[in-house]
């Protein structure tokens, strides 16, 4: 990765909170204990929808980094432990 950063504007806790309950209820997990976001991610967005590919990073590659995404939109990178 290039290193750039990019920002996005701020939200509420609250307004996060809400977007989250309404992705539960659209995937009818809104009793679940924990979210399958790793499931979604590759089994839905990815293989299914195809509006994002999901790869996997390695922790020596990417040292700190948890994550990467493509400014375009066309990947996500996660590193392998997360």
């Given at each position: 990765?290039?290193?750039?950063?990019?920002?996005?504007?701020?939200?509420?806790?609250?307004?996060?909170?809400q977007l989250c309950?309404?992705?539960?209820?659209?995937?009818?997990?809104?009793?679940?204990?924990?979210?399958?976001?790793?499931?979604v991610l590759e089994r839905v967005l990815d293989h299914k929808l195809g509006i994002v590919r999901v790869e996997v990073g390695f922790k020596a590659d990417m040292g700190l980094a948890e994550?990467?995404?493509c400014p375009t939109g066309e990947f996500i990178e996660l590193r392998e432990d997360v």
């Open positions: 990765m290039s290193g750039n950063d990019y920002k996005v504007p701020p939200r509420s806790w609250d307004n996060i909170g309950d309404r992705l539960r209820k659209s995937f009818g997990l809104y009793e679940a204990a924990y979210f399958p976001i790793m499931e994550g990467h995404t």
